[in-house]
């Protein structure tokens, strides 16, 4: 059985450099689902995207939303966020520091300049904010023993065929 994260444990988490999925309801009532970077800031959860991006407009549909995030590298871990998503203007300073959580400075650099002519091209951005109202997570690194969790950094290193 996983354990859960603590509160703690969880602000720090949903802190690390994650890639987040978004699950919006579609038109029909299916899930959509769209890989998204993100920030975790002042216990929310901060997207940005083009204004005319089918998630924008599933959101101003249906603002219920799900976010998970997880980690995927063994010993496995995640958060799955239920919530309720908010449509907001752009945030200039959320693009910058962004990119420099998913990038560093230097590849910020660099991606500033390619997002806005793409974000331009798409109408615009704006804002997802997604206000949790519960959440559940799972670590299974407990589970894990100690010569698995040292095989498992020595994979990070070794060559793809051990």
């Known amino acids: 059985m996983p354990k859960r994260l603590s509160k703690r444990e ?3 988490y949903l802190g690390g450099r994650h890639v987040a999925v978004l699950a919006t309801i579609g038109k029909n009532g299916e899930p959509v689902l769209t890989p998204i970077w993100y920030l975790y800031l002042d216990g929310k959860i901060m997207m940005r995207t083009g204004k005319e991006a089918g998630k924008v407009k599933n959101i101003q549909r249906d603002p219920r939303v799900t976010v998970c995030v997880q980690d995927e590298r063994p010993p496995y871990s995640s958060a799955t966020i239920y919530g309720t998503a908010t449509i907001e203007p752009q945030k200039p300073e959320l693009g910058p520091k962004m990119a420099r959580h998913y990038l560093g400075a230097i590849g910020a650099a660099g991606y500033k300049r390619t997002a806005a002519e793409q974000i331009e091209a798409d109408g615009g951005e704006i804002t997802i904010v997604v206000t949790p109202e519960r959440m559940t997570t799972q670590d299974f690194s407990l589970e894990t023993p100690l ?5 498992l950094q020595l994979r990070r290193i070794l060559p793809p065929w051990l």
């Open 10 to 12: 969880l602000k720090r």
């Open 147 to 151: 010569v698995g969790k040292v095989w």
